[in-house]
C-alpha cells in the first residue's frame, strides 16, 4: 500500500531579509515567520513562492542574477530544520521562474530557462531517487541519487519544445 503524497497549499507567513554573504559566496537571506526572525538563514534573495505541505514547509527563491539565475527549492520542517534542498541552475544561463502550478498531490510544475518545464514533488517519505528525478541542471546529482529525499524533480520538457 504505498502513503499518499501530501497536499500542497499557498502560505504566506514567510518572509526574506538580507543576509551578508561573502563575494564568491550563493546570495542569502534571513527566514522570517510571521515577520519574526527564525535564525535559519537559506540560499536565494526573493521569496518566489511558499507552500504548506502538512506539517512542512516548501519555499522557492531566486538569486535575483538576470544572466546567471539559480532556483533554490528548500523543504523546511515545523521547527524550520532543513529537510531537502533542490537547486537548478546552469553556468550563464538566465533564467526565471513562469507558469508555476500547483497541484493538490505534493506536485508543482513550472517554466524556468526559457520554456523548460519541470514538475517538483514532495514524497511522503524519504526515498532513494530514480535518475530522472534528479536530472541534468540539478546541483548535486549524484549525491541526490544516492541519499533518501524528500523532494523529487523531473524535467517535463525542454525549451525546444523536445520531451526527455
Known amino acids: 500500500m504505498s502513503v499518499p503524497r501530501p497536499d500542497i497549499a499557498p502560505s504566506h507567513s514567510f518572509s526574506l531579509t538580507p543576509a551578508r554573504a561573502g563575494e564568491n559566496e550563493t546570495p542569502r537571506s534571513n527566514l522570517l515567520f510571521d515577520a519574526a526572525l527564525t535564525g535559519v538563514t537559506v540560499p536565494g534573495v526573493v521569496l518566489e513562492a511558499q507552500y504548506r505541505c502538512g506539517e512542512l514547509h516548501l519555499l522557492l527563491t531566486t538569486e535575483n542574477i538576470p544572466y546567471e539565475e539559480a532556483l533554490h527549492v528548500l523543504l523546511l520542517d515545523a521547527r524550520f530544520n532543513l529537510l531537502d534542498q533542490v537547486e537548478l541552475s546552469h553556468p550563464y544561463a538566465s533564467g526565471a521562474l513562469t507558469d508555476l502550478q500547483q497541484h493538490g498531490d505534493g506536485r508543482l510544475q513550472f517554466s524556468l530557462f526559457g520554456g523548460d518545464r ?3 514533488a514532495v514524497l511522503p517519505a524519504p526515498r ?3 535518475m530522472d528525478e534528479a536530472p541534468t541542471g540539478v546541483r548535486g546529482r549524484l549525491r541526490r541519487l544516492l541519499a533518501p529525499r524528500w523532494l523529487a524533480i ?7 519544445g523536445a520531451q526527455t
Do not use: H
Open 118 to 120: 519541470w514538475e517538483l
Open 128 to 130: 532513494r531517487l530514480t
Open 154 to 160: 523531473k524535467r517535463l520538457q525542454i525549451a525546444t
